[in-house]
């Protein structure tokens, strides 16, 4: 959602006077830009992240900021956890909508980790990984995003080791 929201700053037309607009309903997150698709950007080439910056200026203050590493870049990581479904072209409007499903089952899967690891603090994340049919990286993805957040501690060495989790 990040990089959509950054992209509705950086592409949207502003000659009308109009700003993106950003609405949040029980069940998704819609991002609505002015302008449409960019003249001379296929929608092919929108979807394969090629980037023409319809504000230069702009593209280069979110740059120089940190939000943005190179051009395209934000629609690559866009497409690789969503479909082409979420987003909506008209001649004059870029809709783009987020299903909270995607992020409800990203918090599902953590208090899933959480909930095995109450019932067992010695289970490992390949054990984790099976109970919940998720690829060990998804689980070491989660344990990490945990374990920053300060949830969750690993005391002892990986193996022989437990979890731990903060009240």
Known sequence: M??????????????????????????????????GLIDGLSKKEFFSGISKPRNRELMRIFKDLGYVEHLGSGMNRIMKKYDKSIFEFTDHFLKVTFPFS??????????KILNLIRE?????TSELASELRLSTSAIEKHIRNLKSEGILSRIGPDKGGHWEIQS
């Open 2 to 35: 990040r990089e959509a929201v950054i992209n509705a700053f950086v592409h949207n037309d502003y000659s009308s006077g109009d700003s993106p607009v950003f609405e949040v309903f029980s069940d998704r997150f819609v991002i609505t830009s002015y302008g």
């Open 102 to 111: 995607k992020i409800k089952s990203k918090e599902k899967s953590r208090e």
């Open 120 to 124: 067992n603090r010695f289970i490992t």
